[in-house]
């Protein structure tokens, strides 16, 4: 449940209210809002009786969450949740545009990429250092000589840098390093890394499991929320289905419903979505159009030789291109790139 305390609740009354619901065993979570303090009840519920709090001075009302999530919740937080990075901001008003390589792969590769997708007006730079392949003899990534990299081309450019950590025990490492910590579809389930990047100081972009349904990516979601990191961004990336002509099916459900469901920003991931880059440009427009709070697209400049998932990769031309198509796209749906 959360108690929704009176526009002129004193400090004192919501910390007799914060103690009561400690003294019965709860986690509290405070939402301190522009107009008044709402302080989310976590843990079971059910022995509790809700009219206890009615009575407390300060208080205005509760209300029961419905969803198995509760901080993840829109019942929680009725306002869209912005996540500032580095100078962008992710869930507002603009959609936010992360583009680079499937993987970091060489300097001139990443800083080439990074100035192209940055010149098309892309705010956020992406590319894997270290690389879940399906195959243990694929490239795996550059490691630790990959966030090096990243680093410098954030240095290089101003982009913010968001990149992929796969244990729980990397995640120290890749903070120094990134602006923003991906969870990818393989991981959306390890509950070790969830917790440990729910204690992390980094705002996280959680990946849809390729077979994992909304409500589960949301309950991984209220993971890293419970270990108090709220700064998690919603991923649509494509789930497995029957369909072969694409790598993935990519679920445009997934944006309102989402949207519907819970505060967090919901972006979407096109080039995984579909898998072929002739596709990427058309399934991206229709993620804007659906009201996407941000996109994350694979560039590269030459997806030829790319060592992972060039043939979903976007060349800088035509990732610029996108870019000039997204504008009207955004504009008809109230937002701007
Ligand atoms: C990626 O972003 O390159 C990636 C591996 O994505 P996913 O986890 O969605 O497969
Ligand atoms: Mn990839």
Known sequence: MIIVMKRAATTQEISSVVARVESLGFHVHLSQGEERTIIGVIGDERPV??????????????????????????????????????????????????????????????LETAHAVKEAGATILRGGAYKPRTSPYSFQGLGLKGLE????????????????????????????????????????????LLHAVGEAQKPVLLKRG????????????????????????????GIRTFEKYTRNTLDINAVPVLQSLSHLPVIVDPSHGTGKWEFVSAVAKAAVAAGADGLIIEVHPHPDVAMS??????????????????WPIAEAVGRSL
């Open 149 to 192: 990299l990243l680093a410098e081309a954030r240095q290089a450019t101003g982009l913010a840098i968001v990149t992929e950590v796969m244990a729980p025990e990397a995640v120290p490492l890749v903070s120094q390093y990134a602006d923003i910590l991906q969870l990818g579809a393989r991981n959306m389930q390890n509950y070790a």
């Open 210 to 237: 390729m077979m994992s349904t909304l409500e589960e990516l949301l309950m991984s979601a209220e993971y890293i929320l419970s270990h108090g990191n709220y700064r998690v961004m919603l991923c649509e990336r």
């Open 309 to 326: 998932d060039g043939a979903q990769s976007l060349k800088p031309e035509k990732f610029a291109q996108l870019m000039r198509e997204l």
């Open 49 to 110: 009786d809700r009219t206890l709090f009615e009575l407390m001075d300060g208080v205005e009302k509760n209300v029961p969450i419905r969803q198995p999530f509760p901080l993840a919740s829109r019942d929680f937080k009725k306002e869209n949740t912005v996540i500032a990075v580095n100078g962008t901001r992710i869930g507002g008003s603009k959609v936010a545009i992360m583009a680079g390589p499937c993987a970091v792969e060489s300097r001139e590769q990443i």
